[in-house]
């Protein structure tokens, strides 16, 4: 990795090192300097930044609105990413700490960057790419929002931010950015950042109640108790009576009551959160409360009747709903509870009465649809939910929910061709509908469309890559589409069909060893061992612990005379299944194989007198077999070759070991000897090797020299005397 050195750059604020616009700004800190300033700037000028940081950072916990402490954390952040990089060489340190002073200039404040900053900004942001380009960071949008949550996860929130920031300008990762970012502000008390950030996620994903959790905890903290308890309102209603905010909202109207014990609305809403918590005698009271001081407010009225709704006084609800539309009969939210107690007392038809009064008040509500729909549907056919769905398509074709739920009744309905048609539409109208890529992909898998469903899957994966139904979905179309193609390709290979069958299996994803066998049997089957051998090896490195695989790559290597590589394969295929004869044979041919090419370079060599060359290639045949006669033979020859007159008598003695039909060795034996001096040696392996040659009927110039040089040798059996020197060995 080539080093990246830090441009040099000008601090923002420093006594001794550098002046500037800024500088000139807090030359001197306005009114008296907290503590842990003091503490931060004293562990600044010693060039301990790490505790510098951590005083600056309490300093502005303290007083959010402090620049000086703001400004000497920067250059603390640049000191010490320049110490990282320049000098401890740990660039990923170096930019997390480059990350944090560009987010303390130019994110903590929701307020445009002062153009006298901008020159020590961009180098900042300059030296930040250097960085991230030198350790190949991933720049793209998922790449920076993945590391933001990683930088989060690690409690770098200041870091976190600025890829956030920069992960937010791509539409599929803009709501988690601004949620991430929102949420962090949050965690950091940043209120005003937090509310900006988490009302613009809220505005694309309006029913997350941890966002309006976040939100109303901002707003209380700013102060904004109306615009808290609106949002806690909406986050208890996206989720089960979260005790946390209960209480939260049970503060806030306890606090108006105290400031304004009269106040009906306070009384109506802490009278809601005690229902919630089903302390039912206790909301009746703040409920009376409420009524009692503004009889006119029918909101409390109807919060009466869902607390008798609540306890199953069905009646007795009904009842109140009905005095409240005797005095506002166009406020829909009556006939829709009205409804629900009807349909909970078996009443079919008076809740579908008061479900359709509720639609024509308010002709778009979904949830007064659905409602009516559920009950609809536990008596309705499928061809009647069909018909429902699109004569309400009909009336508003734009809408996603419907168009969404009609294919998903014509896919339930076995429809397929069809629901594929409207989940694209619905997909269209509302790209964030995770439900349906999910169901959309599962049509193209019962069509067995793999590709297509698999393409729907990937795009969903970059659009949700938390969402694990996703990936689940995504391994298990892999897997059947797999399947179908491995059972059509293994048909094509059992009708001789290779090439058809290779182009099957490598359409199989991802990729399986079963596949790679496939079509290194598909590549044998044409004779091309080369790339069938290439294949095997690549399955076996997926299943190692493949015996059968191991088998067919050392066939395959053999096939194509690279010993080494089917050696080593056969023996991997022994060491995983001992028994497995088909290994062992080909171990055994590869072994003689190998030797055999050895065999005919060593002679080679021998030819040529390279004898160091044939010395190494024999000794190499005898490592791999202990007992090759024809190597100790010709290890012979070149020790005679070398006048290593006894060496060579040793392997020639072997080579008769090995093979007692070598009877040449003996005749050699025997010149050796001569060689050497030793007579008498010499005399008994020519009468050897002449009777064994005549036994065999043998008959050439050696055997006729043997006889000769035994009667020349024959005076020196009893008695060693001076002998002529033998002939050249031939």
Request: with cysteine; proline share 3%; aromatic share 12%.
């Amino acid at each position: 990795m080539k080093k990246k050195v830090l441009t040099a750059f000008f601090l923002l604020f420093m006594t001794g090192f550098v002046s500037g616009a800024l500088g000139e700004e807090i030359s001197s800190y306005t009114g008296e300097p907290s503590v842990y300033y003091t503490n931060g700037m004293n562990y600044l000028k010693s060039d301990q930044y790490s505790n510098a940081i951590t005083e600056f950072r309490k300093a502005l916990r303290e007083n959010p609105e402090d620049k000086s402490s703001r400004i000497q954390l920067i250059n603390a952040y640049i000191l010490r990413a320049q110490y990282h990089n320049n000098k401890a060489t740990d660039y990923n340190k170096a930019a997390n700490d480059l990350r944090s002073a560009i987010f303390y200039m130019k994110y903590y404040e929701n307020t445009p960057v002062d153009a006298r900053y901008i020159t020590d900004l961009n180098t900042m942001e300059e030296n930040l790419d250097n960085i991230l380009y030198a350790i190949n960071a991933d720049q793209t949008p998922k790449g920076r929002y993945m590391m933001g949550k990683s930088l989060r996860a690690q409690g770098e929130f200041a870091a976190a931010i600025v890829e956030f920031q920069k992960a937010q300008n791509d539409v599929n990762y803009r709501k988690g950015s601004l949620a991430n970012m929102g949420e962090i502000y949050y965690i950091m008390n940043l209120n005003n950042q937090a509310v900006y950030y988490l009302e613009q996620a809220i505005a694309l994903d309006a029913n997350n109640s941890n966002l309006h959790l976040k939100l109303a905890g901002a707003y209380e903290r700013l102060g904004k108790t109306e615009k808290a308890a609106s949002e806690y309102n909406l986050a208890i209603s996206g989720s089960e009576n979260n005790e946390e905010i209960l209480l939260a909202l049970e503060n806030i109207w306890k606090q108006k009551i105290n400031v304004n014990p009269n106040d009906a609305e306070a009384h109506a809403n802490l009278g809601a959160v005690y229902q919630k918590r089903n302390n039912f005698d206790a909301a009746l009271a703040e409920y009376n409360k409420a009524e009692d001081l503004n009889p006119s407010n029918i909101n409390t009225r109807l919060n009466i009747g869902t607390l008798y709704q609540a306890q199953k006084e069905y009646n007795t609800a009904i009842a109140a709903y009905d005095t409240i539309i005797a005095v506002n009969p166009n406020y829909m939210l009556p006939y829709f509870y009205k409804a629900q107690c009807y349909r909970a007392m078996g009443n079919k038809d008076a809740a579908l009465e008061n479900y359709k009064l509720a639609l024509n008040l308010e002709p778009a509500n979904q949830t007064v649809k659905n409602e009516m729909f559920d009950m609809y549907s536990t008596s309705m056919t499928p061809q009647q939910k069909l018909a429902f769905f699109y004569a309400e398509l009909q009336k508003d074709p734009d809408n996603p929910n419907l168009t969404y739920q009609y294919a998903y009744e014509l896919h339930k309905a076995g429809k397929i061709t069809d629901s594929i048609a409207y989940y694209n539409q619905s997909i269209k109208l509302d790209p964030q509908n995770e439900d349906a890529y999910i169901n959309l992909a599962q049509a193209y898998q019962q069509k067995g469309e793999f590709e297509k469903a698999r393409n729907i899957l990937t795009n969903a994966k970059g659009l949700f890559p938390e969402n694990q139904l996703v990936k689940k979905q995504l391994s298990s179309i892999d897997a059947e589409s797999g399947s179908l193609l491995y059972s059509k390709a293994t048909e094509l290979f059992n009708q001789k069909k290779y090439q058809e069958a290779i182009t099957l299996y490598q359409k199989i994803l991802p990729v399986t060893p079963e596949a790679l066998i496939g079509i290194g049997a598909s590549y044998q089957a044409l004779n091309d061992n080369a790339t069938a051998a290439s294949y095997y090896e690549k399955s076996f490195a997926i299943d190692s612990k493949n015996a059968d695989t191991a088998y067919y790559a050392a066939l395959a290597y053999s096939n194509i005379e690279n010993f080494t590589k089917a050696k080593n394969f056969a023996r991997k295929a022994l060491a995983l299944d001992p028994k497995n004869n088909n290994a062992k044979e080909l171990l055994t041919y590869v072994i003689e194989q190998e030797n055999t090419v050895k065999m005919d370079k060593a002679i080679s060599c021998f030819d040529k007198a390279q004898y160091q060359q044939a010395l190494s290639l024999l000794n190499a045949v005898l490592a791999q077999d202990a007992k090759d006669a024809n190597a100790y033979y010709y290890r012979g020859m070149v020790y005679d070759a070398q006048k290593k007159y006894q060496n060579a008598i040793n392997d020639y003695k072997k080579a008769l070991i090995y093979n007692p039909q070598m009877l040449i060795a003996n005749y050699s034996i025997a010149i050796d000897y001569d060689y050497l001096g030793q007579y008498s040696n010499a005399l008994m392996y020519h009468k050897k090797y002449l009777a064994a040659t005549q036994k065999a009927g043998e008959t050439n110039e050696y055997t006729r020299y043997s006889a000769k040089r035994i009667q020349e040798l024959k005076k020196y059996e009893t008695k060693p005397v001076a002998a002529t020197k033998p002939a050249a060995k031939k």
